[in-house]
T-cell receptor
Framework: EPEVTQTPSHQVTQMGQEVILRCVPI?????FYWYRQILGQKVEFLVS????????KSEIFDDQFSVERPDGSNFTLKIRSTKLEDSAMYFC???????????FGPGTRLTVT | KQEVTQIPAALSVPEGENLVLNCSFT??????LQWFRQDPGKGLTSLLL?????REQTSGRLNASLDKSSGRSTLYIAASQPGDSATYLC???????????FGAGTQVVVTP
């Protein structure tokens, strides 16, 4: 059964460093998303991506964040200069169309020290 | 602004009992509603998606209903098993672009 994969599973970085989180969405899906979940809090939407451009972003997704689909399979989230408050579980998701069922990856736990 | 609420925050039931999980939302102008299961430290597993034009969806022991006018969805799990122990999240999709807005979840424990 196709699934969304994410690497790494856990990333530890120092404040101010750049991190890139990687995702491989399900192959025939066209819509891609990033969400995050701070420990003990709700899952929060960050950004949606379709046709090689951002379709929607939340107020969390500021200039420190960027997304890219560098090739036909990967979808990445970059945080340019990490802050302590960026520590969270980051989930990638994909769907065949915009309002269709979303499938989530296992997440990357980002710890900023 | 859309608010998604799940009450209760936690629930414990004996094995075999039916589970009823509630989700409410403040803005009825939604495109869809999706239910997920989350195990500790893990990702989200999709359980059911209900489009705004539908009243319910069923998958095995799971049944989810949607009442847009009252801003409510209910997830029923029949004949609960210890393996159903997890946190159940509901999420509403406000538009066709797919963004989901999540509730805080209901943590379920099914005791043998």
């Amino acid at each position: 059964e196709p699934e969304v994969t994410q690497t790494p599973s856990h990333q530890v970085t120092q404040m101010g460093q750049e991190v890139i989180l990687r995702c491989v969405p399900i192959s025939n899906h066209l819509y891609f998303y990033w969400y995050r979940q701070i420990l003990g809090q709700k899952v929060e939407f960050l950004v949606s991506f379709y046709n090689n451009e951002i379709s929607e972003k939340s107020e969390i997704f500021d200039d420190q964040f960027s997304v890219e689909r560098p090739d036909g399979s990967n979808f990445t989230l970059k945080i340019r200069s990490t802050k302590l408050e960026d520590s969270a579980m980051y989930f990638c998701a994909s769907s065949v169309a915009g309002a269709y069922e979303q499938y989530f990856g296992p997440g990357t736990r980002l710890t900023v020290t | 602004k859309q608010e998604v609420t799940q009450i209760p925050a936690a629930l414990s039931v004996p094995e075999g009992e039916n589970l009823v999980l509630n989700c409410s939302f403040t803005d009825s102008a939604i495109y869809n509603l999706q239910w997920f299961r989350q195990d500790p430290g893990k990702g989200l597993t999709s359980l059911l998606l209900i489009q705004s034009s539908q009243r319910e969806q069923t998958s095995g022991r799971l049944n989810a209903s949607l009442d847009k006018s009252s801003g409510r969805s209910t997830l029923y799990i029949a004949a609960s098993q210890p393996g159903d122990s997890a946190t159940y999240l509901c999420a509403v999709g406000p538009d066709s672009w797919g963004k989901l807005q999540f509730g805080a979840g209901t943590q379920v424990v099914v005791t043998p």
